[in-house]
């Protein structure tokens, strides 16, 4: 792989168009944070989206920002957090470095995507070069629009296959004033699925709730104005045993799950589209295979980590991997005749990878 | 079967569906010639009428055999003529297509046939706790299948999202005739969006079959306060001041002098006298959250110089608001013969910059206009009052329609927040898209539809040979 300092690395829009236009087959690259999704085959370069940075528009009132697509996480959630706002997505891997775009290519929400949605819910518009080096804005920049074609959530989970997006505007909330997390003894994958389930249809309105594969618990935050938290804690643990967390452990606890840090260090990472229902099944497959796993967004989101050396073998869930070697989309993967045809709509020339790729 | 019908593609067209579910005749199809933008009319060729999937597959591939122009419709309620049918083409009717398949009150995940009505869903699932959260003012009988289509908004838009953010996987026969299914169960997605891009398509990529929604727990608790204004910008204040506060309402709603006027004439609605505006605001949440929200809600409204606030005591109360608000559309019909519900969107921040042009544009223009908004989400709507009896006063009510969808993009905004483009809009789109844009839009329904049959003259503006479009009435002079 050609070392991330020697890509060509645009440093304006302006710039990003005209090395589209010069480069027949590329793909785009953010921090690295997500390899799988870059590695592609040779005849593809690779440009680097690292300097396309920066928040260009943020309009607090209008629960609104937008920035380039190469503008690292961290400083989006720093400045939402000076006025009191946050991405309620709950982005992955801050720390670690991913950008905004890469995030947006790999579909990826964190645990607190569990009360208001996903990263999908969120994106409002897209500056997009396509295969024709146009660059096209779709979507738009207010919270609610309704012309045209959705094409920015279409482009979530996208993997660049379709085009460059050079700039992406989110929606945003206020953040909540304060949250508590409570650890609930789940002691089999059994009782996970069932307090999973139970919990997020209850009257709680829960910010997070997750399980640890390998740990008999499953974590509950609250969110929310301070003083509503102490008596929903209280009620929680009256339904099931438990306790609740120091500040500092379940800032370890959420750190570590947002940075991915309980997976293996140079091993395979795959995120997989599970149903609550299907929790005790994937806890098993972990198991069974010396495996490591995390499951997010009360059993809708399952996270693999292999050891490394470790090959991706096909899932029977929906899955991509993130990191390591194996097949990007992991699981099963439908093919429809109009998936080659909007490929075709959007990239006729294959200036970027195919979905097979 | 000796019927009135010689056109020999709806005799063929009988032969897909069992006897009766084929209309055709000015008599039979006259209920189909519009939706709830009545100013656009068309005459089908024939409506059908499926009860199965099968029957909505087997209809769509006859019309690719046949290159036959098609609609799906549901209840109508489309405000933008989304749902007005083709000339010439045929109307697929797909509200006995509405079976509820699966339940899951566990994973909170249903699966239900497009043509079931929008509040059925949150009726079936009422018992076990949850609702379905998008709820269009329409959301009594519009179909699931329209808000799909249209990615249908309504009063909780500002936290729930759209009708998108709800629709997990979906079913659906595209025009081409092939039946994809998109997405599934999960909320987690892998791989490009295409639930997410078949939502909102306005009938232009085909027709969906089901859909698996999310469905969300019920709010255990509600805090609904109405506050009366002098004027209209003193309420755009109120809910500057509300979103700067931190808080996240569930709904934040502001209806103008002439729709309260309306409402209090259809549905007795009150109001606080001497009031140029209402605003309404609704918290919702655990009753923990909800009471201290509320403290802080109270003192953001008792700082914004109201004539009055008045908090809903019980459900009775708050319900009587509501009913205010969402009747408010249709109650402008007893101020005016006809009107236009405009749909565009504005930067919150430039809400009373543009209340004030559109004043002083209906003013100049002779045109009388009524807004109601969902202030917390910047989505105007217009009520743009007018006499199709009268020559000339569509014209009028269409040319201030238009600057005012011209002035939501200026502003940064959209010329439609929840309506869709439809055929009202259409010459707007390019308004918002460059040509590179519009190519690309174009080019995406052309791999849904190759043949251009799906909802024919919808969203993109007509080539100018184009004929297909659904055509004016009312007072047109191109109906005379």
């Known amino acids: 792989m050609t070392p991330a300092t020697s890509l060509p690395a645009p440093a304006t829009i302006d710039e990003l168009i005209a ?10 690259v953010g921090a690295g944070t997500k390899p799988r999704l870059s590695q592609v085959a040779d005849a593809y370069a690779r440009v680097a989206m690292t300097r396309l940075s920066g928040i260009t528009e943020y309009e607090p009132s209008e629960f609104t920002i937008t920035a380039l697509a190469g503008t690292p996480l961290r400083e989006i959630v720093a400045a939402l957090a000076e006025r009191g706002q946050y991405l309620p997505f709950d982005p992955l891997l801050v720390k670690a470095g991913a950008t905004l775009g890469g995030t947006v290519a790999a579909g990826l929400s964190g645990p607190g995507r569990l009360r208001y949605g996903a990263l999908r819910d969120f994106i409002i518009g897209v500056r997009l070069v396509d295969g024709e080096a146009r660059l096209l804005r779709l979507g738009g920049k207010v919270v609610k629009n309704a012309a045209g074609f959705d094409l920015p959530k279409f482009l979530v989970g996208s993997a660049g296959r379709f085009g460059v997006m050079a700039e992406l505007s989110f929606k945003v909330f206020p953040r909540p004033a304060a949250t508590r997390t409570l650890r609930l003894e789940a002691p089999d994958a059994a009782a996970k699925a069932e307090i999973l389930m139970a919990a997020s249809a209850a009257r709680w309105e829960l910010d997070a709730l997750d399980a640890a594969v390998g740990e008999g618990a499953v974590f509950a935050r609250l969110a929310g104005p301070e003083t509503a938290l102490e008596p929903l804690a209280r009620d929680i643990l009256q339904r099931w045993r438990g306790a609740v967390m120091t500040p500092g452990d379940a800032s ?48 809708n989101l399952g996270l693999l980590s292999l050891p490394p050396a470790a090959a991706v073998e096909t899932l029977e869930w929906p899955a991509l991997t993130l990191r390591g070697a194996g097949p990007l989309w992991a699981g099963p993967a439908p093919r429809f005749e109009i998936m080659r045809a909007v490929k075709t709509a959007l990239d006729a020339a294959g200036r970027f990878p195919g979905l097979d790729d | 079967m000796p019927t009135l019908a010689t056109n020999p593609v709806v005799e063929r067209l009988r032969r897909l569906l069992p006897t009766g579910r084929v209309l055709e005749g000015d008599a039979q199809v006259a209920a189909y010639e519009c939706d709830a933008l009545t100013a656009f009319r068309a005459t089908p060729l024939a409506v059908v009428v499926p009860e199965t999937q099968d029957e909505v597959i087997a209809i ?35 509200n006995r297509v509405s079976r509820i398949i699966r339940i899951d009150s566990q ?16 009726m079936a699932v009422a018992a076990h706790g949850l609702h379905f959260a998008p709820d269009p003012s329409s959301a009594l009988i519009c179909t699931l299948g329209g808000n799909i289509a249209l990615n249908a908004g309504g009063a909780h838009c500002l936290k729930y999202g759209m009708t998108s953010n709800h629709v997990l996987g979906l079913k659906a026969v595209l025009a081409t005739g092939e039946v994809v299914t998109f997405g599934g169960p999960s909320r987690e997605q892998v791989g490009p969006d295409w639930t997410g891009l078949f939502v909102g398509n306005e009938g232009l990529f085909g027709i969906a ?42 709904a934040i709603e502001i209806m103008e002098k002439l729709a309260l006027d309306a409402a209090v004439a259809a549905v007795h609605a009150e109001y606080p006298a001497g009031c140029e505006a209402v605003l309404i605001v609704e918290l919702e949440g655990t ?40 009747s408010a559309f249709s109650a402008v019909g007893r ?60 014209q009028r009510a269409e040319a201030l ?56 003259g919808k969203m993109f503006p007509p080539a100018p040979a184009d004929a297909s479009a659904p055509a004016h009435s009312g007072s047109a002079p191109a109906q005379a």
């Open chain 1, 19 to 28: 090395l589209v236009r010069g480069t027949p087959r590329l793909i785009a």
């Open chain 1, 252 to 299: 370890y606890l959420w750190q570590s799950v947002t940075e991915l840090s309980w997976a293996h260090t140079g091993g395979a990472l795959v995120k997989v589209a599970l149903t609550p229902a299907a929790v005790p099944a994937f806890v098993a497959f972990v198991q069974t295979r010396g495996a490591r796993g995390w499951v997010s967004a009360a059993g």
């Open chain 2, 209 to 250: 079959l089901e859909a698996t929604v999310q469905l969300l727990p019920k709010p255990e608790c509600f805090h609904t306060v109405l506050a009366g204004y002098r004027n209209v910008e003193q309420a755009g204040e109120a809910v500057a001041a509300i979103v700067a506060s931190g808080l996240l309402p569930g």
């Open chain 2, 401 to 456: 329609a238009g600057r005012i969808l011209k002035l939501c993009v200026e502003m940064g905004g959209s010329i439609t927040g929840e309506h869709g483009v439809g055929v009202e809009k259409r010459e707007f789109l390019p308004v918002m898209f460059n040509p590179d844009e519009m190519d690309c839009l174009r080019r995406v329904r052309a791999a849904f539809d190759p043949l251009g049959i799906a909802n024919q």
């Open chain 2, 107 to 122: 994973q909170r995940v249903a699966v239900v046939e497009a043509g079931i009505v929008n509040a059925a869903i949150s």
């Open chain 2, 287 to 326: 009753r923990e959250a909800v009471a201290a929200d509320r403290a802080r809600l109270d003192a953001v409204l008792a700082a914004s110089q109201p004539v009055e606030v008045r908090p809903a005591r019980d459900a009775v109360d708050r319900a009587a608001i509501w009913k205010g608000r969402k």
């Open chain 2, 60 to 94: 769509v591939r006859f019309c690719r055999d046949e290159r036959l122009p098609f609609v799906a419709r549901g209840s109508g309620t489309s405000l933008s003529g989304a749902a007005a049918p083709v000339p010439g083409g045929i109307v697929i009717a797909m």
């Open chain 2, 335 to 394: 101020l005016s013969p006809d009107f236009i519900v405009q749909d565009g969107v504005v930067p919150r921040r430039r809400l009373g910059e543009a209340l004030r042009k559109i004043g002083e544009w209906s003013r100049e223009m002779g045109v009388r206009c009524a807004n109601v908004f969902h202030a917390g989400d910047g989505n105007l709507h217009p009520l743009i009052l007018y006499n199709g009896a009268v020559p000339g006063d569509l």
